[in-house]
């Protein structure tokens, strides 16, 4: 089975930056997507940002200009830049992956265990 293992989360404050790093267990084929959500304190965890193997990224409007998704295909790894950093983007950030098969076949999505990001005022 596919693990995924997040690093790079803390505790920072106002307009610091951090960055994510999240090592996918397998090849990552073109058509496969891949992402992070977070999970706000007390609300429910959603979308941040996305990409896919051929790198097409797309963001959540709360973070564009902000953050950067990038992947590194040789080692199978996903990343996570966050610049200016506000309370608000705490949470805890999950690092998410779905195999898809160029044919459109899609496998079960995949999530990290969490890596917590904590914005102080």
């Known amino acids: 089975q596919v693990q995924l293992v997040e690093s790079g989360g803390g505790l920072v404050q106002t307009g610091a930056s951090l960055r994510l790093s999240c090592v996918i267990s397998e090849m990552i084929g073109e058509a496969s997507i891949m992402g992070w959500d977070r999970r706000p304190p007390g609300a429910q965890r959603d979308m941040v940002a996305t990409i896919t193997g051929s790198g097409t990224a797309a963001y959540a409007d709360s973070v564009k200009g902000r953050f950067t998704i990038s992947l590194d295909n040789d080692k199978s790894t996903i990343f996570l830049q966050m610049n200016d950093l506000q309370p608000e983007d705490t949470g805890l950030y999950y690092c998410?992956?779905?195999?898809?098969?160029?044919?459109?076949?899609?496998?079960?999505?995949?999530w990290g265990q969490g890596t917590q990001v904590t914005v102080s005022s």
């Open positions: 998410k992956y779905q195999k898809r098969s160029s044919t459109g076949i899609r496998w079960p999505s995949r």
